[in-house]
């Protein structure tokens, strides 16, 4: 049995007695005594075990986890206490500060966002270690588009960010008739944040919808 928070458990249960998922596991055991896989196991679905389905009012997508010894802990773009602030997410702040005025802090955990409702996806839930993508061939993309799709069918006023092509190509999976609205984007890489991520208003006008449907906007200011 997966263990997973209980709501997302409901939402996706028939998936894991799938064949696909089935192989997923039997891929990821084959990796593991290969290779170093990354994050541990226990948080390849940290994202929904921080960010239960009823809490979930923003999904930030991302592709896979980091590569590097230490980065992955299950949540897109974050890293946890301690280790180097990766470039994209230092555009996050830089963006977060002309947006809001919310200082940089000094660490790259995202945690506080997860437990205020960001769920904050990647594509692939885990990654060889130094080699980036590596596991996308394994089926997480199949598993995690089903995510999507339940969450958006599931929810009304979500708002979903998408960064980059990678993630816009997502948009398809969002359904159409629950008022959701829908954030686009160039990735915040360092070799795209320029082209209109920074400068981008995303969160300011996700908290905007928010409070429009008198929902709790988001404190994007971490500690």
Not at 70 to 91: E, K
Not at 174 to 200: Q, V
């Amino acid at each position: 049995m997966v263990k997973l928070e209980s709501s997302w458990l409901n939402l996706l249960a028939d998936l894991f007695e799938t064949p696909w998922f089935a192989e997923i596991k039997s891929k990821i055991i084959q990796e593991r005594k290969q290779y170093t896989v990354y994050p541990p196991a226990n948080l390849f679905f940290n994202a929904m075990d921080l960010c239960p389905v009823p809490q979930t009012k923003i999904v930030i997508l991302g592709q896979d986890p980091y590569h590097g010894a230490g980065q992955a802990h299950g949540l897109s773009f974050s890293v946890p206490i301690g280790i180097d602030i990766p470039p994209s997410l230092l555009n996050i702040y830089k963006e977060l500060e002309q947006d809001l005025g919310v200082k940089p802090v000094a660490h790259g955990n995202l945690e506080a966002w997860a437990k205020q409702g960001v769920l904050l996806l990647n594509s692939s839930l885990s990654v060889r270690a130094n080699s980036p993508a590596s596991h996308f061939h394994i089926g997480w993309e199949k598993f995690t588009d089903k995510i999507i799709e339940r969450l958006s069918q599931h929810k009304e006023n979500l708002v979903f960010m998408l960064w980059g092509s990678f993630a816009r190509k997502k948009k398809f999976l969002i359904a159409e008739n629950k008022n959701h609205l829908i954030l686009e984007a160039p990735h915040p890489s360092p070799l795209s944040a320029h082209r209109g991520f920074l400068g981008c208003g995303h969160f300011s006008k996700a908290n905007r919808l928010l409070e429009a449907h008198e929902l709790e906007p988001v404190c994007w200011q971490l500690n």
